[in-house]
């Protein structure tokens, strides 16, 4: 079992910066596969972005690459979604995801694969 709690949401004018953080408790972090989702209300969660186990492979959706950066320290079992240039349509309950990786196989964009999940953080642009 892997319990993830998220933090660093809040409001920010466009233009500014967040960094959110995911810390995993157990002892087993470097062996999960780490996303970002987000959700609006009224539409599907939406892939933001992961990482590998060893943090070596990252993954974007388009609308956020050059803008976030997801990186980890497994020493700290914590992930983290540095997030830049923040626009309004990026307001949404951001999610951090675990999933567990067998030798190398994982699918980093598939919320339906991932096996835990946090409560969220709200994070909200202004115009």
């Known amino acids: 079992q892997v319990q993830l709690v998220e933090s660093g949401g809040g409001l920010v004018q466009a233009g500014g910066s967040l960094r959110l953080s995911c810390a995993a408790s157990g002892r087993t972090f470097s062996t999960y596969g780490m996303g970002w989702f987000r959700q609006v209300p009224g539409k599907e969660r939406e892939f933001v972005a992961a990482i590998s186990t060893s943090g070596g492979s990252t993954y974007y959706t388009d609308s956020v690459k050059g803008r976030f950066t997801i990186s980890r320290d497994n020493a700290k079992n914590t992930v983290y979604l540095q997030m830049n240039s923040l626009k309004p349509e990026d307001t949404a309950l951001y999610y951090c995801?675990?999933?567990?990786?067998?030798?190398?196989?994982?699918?980093?964009?598939?919320?339906?694969?991932?096996?835990?999940w946090g409560q969220g953080t709200q994070v909200t642009v202004s115009s």
């Open positions: 995801a675990a999933q567990f990786v067998y030798g190398s196989i994982w699918y980093a964009k598939a919320g339906s694969r991932y096996d835990f």
